[in-house]
Structure formats: C-alpha cells, structure tokens
C-alpha cells in the first residue's frame, strides 16, 4: 500500500478537494476579523499581513497545527 504525499501529520489521509473546500471560508473569515479590527478597535494591518494571516488560517484548518513560520505555509501550499 502508497502512501500519498497528502498524508496529514495525524496520518489520516484528506484529499485536495477537501482542503480547497474550505479556502472561501477563510477568506471571508480574514476580511471579517480585518473590518472589526478598523471598525471596532481602531487598528489596521498591511495587506501583506492580511495575505498571511488567510494562507495562516488556511493552513491551520487543513493540517489542524500552528505554523512555526511562513516556511511552513510556503511547504504546505506547494504540496498542493
């Protein structure tokens, strides 16, 4: 039996289609937490800070770990 390269670190194994499922969701939730931060709190970040912190929250929900630094979102977006 192969093992796939999509194998998660828990070791179950979860398609792309699964993963990209979940990219809208994400995004909404990145612009959300954005709008409440300048409407609410009075702050705002840079659009490359809001990118990070979607490919961040994308990468969280699929592999269900914290990434230790944007090397491991770039890994994990190229196995895609």
Not at 8 to 19: C, L, P
Not at 35 to 54: A, D, H, T, V, W
């Amino acid at each position: 039996m192969e093992i796939s390269q999509d194998t998660r670190r828990d070791g179950n194994q979860s398609g792309h289609k699964e993963r990209w499922k979940i990219v809208h969701a994400c995004i909404w939730r990145t612009i959300w937490r954005e709008r409440y931060q300048r409407c609410f709190e009075n702050k705002s970040i840079p659009f490359q800070s809001l990118r990070m912190n979607c490919l961040a929250t994308f990468y969280f929900w699929s592999i269900r770990t914290v990434p230790k630094d944007s090397g491991d979102i770039t890994l994990f977006l190229g196995c895609l």
